[in-house]
């Protein structure tokens, strides 16, 4: 198609509009790695990255981190340091035909100029199996440079055999210093000025995300300058009238880890922690049933038999839910939570189970003993089946010595008692049984009064 006249014009005019009106955050968009702000283990002096980027000798990239670390701002300055060209595609709506139309454009740069091409893919993780797939020969041909950037775990949403060909870089959350300097720069581009207290707000709020931090910003201004002052300075109230209610969200690798932070507190009994994750998980939209599941299943798995009664409470907690639902139902989740963090705790009925299966996997499977057979049908006798069994309770103890596992087991412990908690009784009481059925295998069985026959 032939090119407009004056379009050279009217693409000038564009971006000289676009520079004065655009968002705040693309206004403060750095363009060198000078100006970058945070990611210092990345891009600081002497970093690996930083010195592969200025050497234009960067191989296939996944830049993986959380929202407004600045994944998208430095793989733009790696397209301006590079002769490579830029192509830039977003997964969200790009198909497996842009792809190919993409590697094909690469192929052809590379065979008339020479020229290789940085392909960035923004939130590559919602790349089907068949869209990366349909990227893995230009990326292993090295047809392209791959950057692609994640807020997902890559282990989780990419195939390996396309996270085998780039390299992994992770990005941390922007510190406050870098979010402070960040904010002050903003207020100075914007010419405008900003209160301590006010700057440190805008870094609470924005949690580490240096674009959620100049959106605040931006809206901070708008109500200064509301005011109509000569002199525009962003005060606390101002912040605070910017505030909007951020929808907490988290991706996969999050709720892996943010559920394992909850299970380890309230393990580690430590209440503080566990309300703490459990209210992150509810206000990140976290299935309320998951968390009742993972509450029932630590009761038995860490608290055990050390607090019976843990099982109880978490499934009371369970039930409220299902009875109640949330929001109100968060409190029966938060009651569960401080008392299994503060229950003693105990795995061994856990450990025990644990042993067990390995030794049925392992092949120990033994026949059931002859007088442990079911013998509740005609015939059962004549089999052997339950001949030789002594009832329990026809016994004053309520006990009498027996073997119960099969002969090739005989002898073996899988439940060994901590001293913690209601397991410490536990523990007494087997060791007592434990011991006479020891003396009663040795032959020692104490005052005949005591033994039924």
Same mark, same amino acid.
């Given at each position: 198609?032939?090119?407009?006249?004056?379009?050279?014009?009217? &693409?000038?005019?564009?971006?000289?509009?676009? /520079?004065?009106?655009?968002?705040?955050?693309?206004?403060?968009?750095?363009?060198?790695?000078?100006?970058? $702000?945070?990611?210092?283990?990345?891009?600081?002096? #002497? /970093?690996?990255?930083?010195?592969?980027?200025?050497?234009?000798?960067?191989?296939?990239?996944?830049?993986?981190?959380?929202?407004?670390?600045?994944?998208?701002?430095?793989?733009?300055?790696?397209?301006?340091?590079?002769?490579? $060209?830029?192509?830039?595609?977003?997964a969200t709506s790009a198909g497996v035909k842009d792809i190919r139309e993409t590697l094909e454009g690469a192929r052809r740069e590379l065979g008339t100029t020479g020229r290789g091409?940085?392909?960035?893919? &923004?939130?590559?993780? !919602?790349?089907?199996?068949?869209?990366?797939?349909?990227?893995?020969?230009?990326?292993?041909?090295?047809?392209?440079?791959l950057i692609g950037a994640t807020t997902e775990n890559p282990f989780f949403s990419l195939t390996s055999p396309l996270l085998s060909r780039s390299t992994l870089w992770r990005f941390?959350?922007?510190?406050?210093?870098?979010? *402070?300097?960040?904010?002050?720069?903003?207020?100075?581009?914007?010419?405008?000025?900003?209160?301590? &207290?006010?700057?440190?707000?805008?870094?609470? +709020?924005?949690?580490?995300?240096?674009?959620?931090?100049?959106?605040?910003i931006e809206i901070a201004l708008a109500v200064a300058h509301a005011r109509g002052q000569d002199e525009v300075r962003i005060g606390r109230d101002d912040v605070e009238a910017a505030?909007?209610?951020?929808?907490?969200?988290?991706?996969?690798?999050?709720?892996?880890?943010?559920?394992?932070?909850?299970?380890?507190?309230?393990?580690?009994?430590?209440?503080?922690?566990? $309300?703490?994750?459990?209210?992150? +998980? +509810?206000? *990140?939209?976290?299935? =309320?049933?998951?968390?009742?599941?993972?509450?029932?299943?630590?009761?038995?798995? &860490?608290?055990?038999?050390?607090? =019976? +009664?843990?099982?109880?409470?978490?499934? /009371?907690?369970?039930?409220?839910?299902? !009875? $109640? #639902?949330?929001?109100?139902?968060?409190?029966?989740? /938060?009651?569960?939570?401080?008392?299994? *963090?503060?229950?003693?705790?105990?795995?061994?009925?856990?450990?025990?189970?644990?042993?067990?299966?390995?030794?049925?996997?392992?092949?120990?499977?033994?026949?059931?003993? =002859?007088?442990?057979?079911?013998?509740?049908?005609?015939?059962?006798?004549?089999?052997?089946?339950?001949?030789?069994?002594?009832? =329990?309770?026809?016994?004053?103890?309520?006990?009498?010595?027996?073997?119960?596992?099969?002969?090739?087991?005989?002898?073996?412990?899988?439940?060994?008692?901590?001293?913690?908690?209601?397991? *410490?009784?536990?523990? !007494?009481?087997?060791?007592?049984?434990?011991?006479?059925?020891?003396?009663?295998?040795?032959?020692?069985? #104490?005052?005949?009064?005591?033994?039924?026959?």
């Open positions: 198609m032939a090119q407009r006249p004056g379009e050279d014009l009217f &693409d000038a005019a564009a971006a000289e509009e676009l /520079a004065r009106t655009a968002p705040l955050a693309t206004r403060m968009r750095p363009r060198s790695l000078e100006e970058f $702000v945070g990611q210092r283990h990345l891009v600081g002096a #002497g /970093a690996t990255l930083r010195a592969l980027i200025e050497a234009d000798r960067l191989s296939s990239a996944v830049f993986f981190g959380p929202a407004g670390s600045g994944k998208t701002t430095l793989a733009r300055i790696v397209a301006a340091r590079s002769a490579k $060209v830029f192509a830039p595609l977003s091409t940085i392909l960035f893919l &923004d939130e590559i993780h !919602r790349f089907s199996r068949s869209q990366q797939d349909a990227l893995l020969p230009g990326v292993e041909e090295g047809v392209v440079v941390e959350v922007i510190g406050r210093e870098d979010l *402070a300097e960040l904010g002050r720069r903003a207020v100075g581009l914007e010419h405008a000025s900003i209160d301590d &207290d006010a700057l440190e707000a805008c870094c609470d +709020l924005a949690d580490g995300d240096a674009r959620a931090m100049l959106t605040t505030r909007t209610t951020r929808a907490i969200r988290h991706g996969r690798d999050a709720h892996y880890d943010m559920i394992s932070a909850f299970i380890k507190s309230l393990r580690g009994s430590d209440p503080d922690a566990a $309300v703490y994750w459990l209210a992150r +998980l +509810l206000a *990140a939209g976290e299935d =309320p049933r998951f968390v009742a599941r993972r509450l029932v299943i630590l009761a038995s798995e &860490d608290v055990g038999m050390a607090d =019976p +009664l843990g099982l109880v409470v978490a499934e /009371a907690a369970a039930a409220a839910l299902d !009875r $109640v #639902g949330l929001p109100e139902a968060a409190l029966n989740l /938060a009651e569960a939570s401080v008392y299994l *963090a503060t229950a003693p705790k105990s795995n061994r009925s856990a450990a025990a189970l644990w042993a067990a299966q390995s030794d049925v996997e392992n092949g120990a499977l033994g026949d059931v003993p =002859p007088r442990l057979r079911g013998s509740n049908y005609p015939g059962a006798e004549a089999l052997g089946h339950g001949v030789g069994y002594e009832y =329990p309770h026809d016994d004053p103890r309520g006990w009498v010595e027996a073997d119960y596992l099969p002969a090739e087991l005989a002898g073996r412990r899988y439940y060994e008692p901590s001293e913690h908690g209601a397991e *410490a009784e536990i523990a !007494r009481r087997l060791a007592a049984l434990r011991g006479e059925r020891h003396d009663a295998a040795s032959g020692d069985e #104490g005052p005949q009064e005591n033994r039924t026959r």
